[in-house]
């Protein structure tokens, strides 16, 4: 049993969006995933990432068919904002966030972990979603956006992963600036980069991959 965080270079880049394809296809796999959205903030009512997750994965994995969408988050917070900024209370409680993943590994063959906005995104004071990731034992799958700048933000966020010596695959998610990206963007990623795939082309043989090897590169 094995968990996969799916992480981003920040906000809006489509985490959710990869993991509810990575459900789809792992099952096509005869892969049962799970899902986990330890803490999911800006929630006023129910939490829109974490339903999302629950509900695909209770039509693959029956181990989650009795779970709510609380049994898969850890914390929900009101302000749309860094964990550490939304929980303005000082309620989390990072070992409870450790035993939640631990407790929902155990009904899945591959636990998808999604975090919220980037890798640096603090937790507590001093805690970021990196240290999570690392301190779960978790491989990483960083989603990286299509627009403008990008290049930036990818190869920040891959330092990032490779200074915690996390193991990790990266894809784009082709959706803002999709007419751009193949000029702007995608030259400097063939060149340097010639195994990138996308979220829209890649995510089957990516499911396969894992399927066979269970393995991941950095």
Known sequence: MKSLFITATGTNVGKTHTTLKLIEALAAQGIRPGVYKPIETGVTDTPHDATALLNACQHVNPNFQSLTTYDITAYTFELPAAPFCADTDGVIDLQYIVDKHDMLLKKCDILLVEGAG???????????????????GARALLVTPSRLGCINDTLLSMMALRSFDIPFEWCVNLYEDREDFAKVTQPYYDAVFPEWWSVQNGIDDFSRRFASTSLFTS
Not at 127 to 132: A, E, I, N
């Open 118 to 136: 980037g890798l640096m995104v603090p937790l507590t004071e001093t805690y970021l979603t990196v240290h999570l990731i690392k301190e779960l």
